[in-house]
């Protein structure tokens, strides 16, 4: 494969493009309800992108839902059982997949009713939110940010890859958090996020986004 050509573009109009995409995507695995990835380590915000999407997607009448990995971690005393800082553990244990598949996906599964659990476990509490479940219809779509999303599997109808170069992902990391730097080199050696997701966006500078529309 030849070089990635980028554009660039804001992220108010890349909001917009997205969106008019998905409101022509046709579900794969007999769903009714698009299924979206917008990957990225924290330092890339992709929140703030599926945000965008959401918003451009209700102003033309699509109903969307955005779902964090962060608001499905495990407890503390699995995350955190090798230690704080284990890179290992938070590439491979962090984050509660079994859930993710229960709660969000197979809800939205061909003959599932939509009932979307929007949130699991609050860290900070260390406890279940309790959040109500979130009705999401038939046509809309589902928005699911956060880091490590393309290893997982789940079957997406469309992944994005918010990407920093490796000193940009440095740079926007807060000191504290510079050890998972490791899992984000692994994850691109690993799964290569920038090379397989259909849309790449490259957010080495934040007011200066660019895009390549891939697949």
Do not use: K, N
């Not at 599926?50 to 971690?73: I, K, N, Y």
């Not at 491979?92 to 969000?104: S, Y």
């Not at 860290?123 to 219809?137: C, E, G, I, Q």
């Amino acid at each position: 494969m030849g070089p990635v050509r980028f554009e660039a573009i804001t992220w108010e109009r890349l909001g917009d493009l997205l969106a008019e995409r998905l409101l022509d995507l046709a579900p794969g695995d007999g769903g009714t309800r698009p299924r979206v990835a917008v990957d990225g380590a924290p330092a890339a915000r992709p929140g703030e992108l599926a945000v965008r999407v959401r918003d451009a997607l209700r102003t033309r009448g699509r109903p969307a839902l955005v779902v964090s990995t962060e608001d499905f971690l495990r407890p503390a005393s699995l995350r955190f059982e090798y230690g704080h800082q284990d890179v290992d553990a938070y590439y491979d244990g962090w984050f509660d997949t079994g859930a993710l598949w229960r709660e969000v996906f197979g809800p939205l599964e061909q003959g599932g009713d939509g009932r979307v659990l929007p949130d699991l476990w609050d860290p900070v509490a260390d406890r279940a939110t309790r959040s109500p479940y979130v009705h999401l219809p038939p046509g809309g779509v589902l928005l699911l940010h956060g880091p490590l999303l393309l290893r997982h599997w789940f079957p997406f109808d469309l992944t994005v890859h918010v990407s920093l170069s490796e000193g940009a992902l440095r740079r926007r990391t807060r000191e504290t958090e510079h050890w998972m730097l490791p899992a984000f080199e692994r994850y691109a050696a690993e799964t290569d996020p920038a090379g397989t997701a259909d849309v790449l966006v490259r957010a080495d500078d934040p007011r200066h986004p660019a895009w390549s529309g891939g697949r």
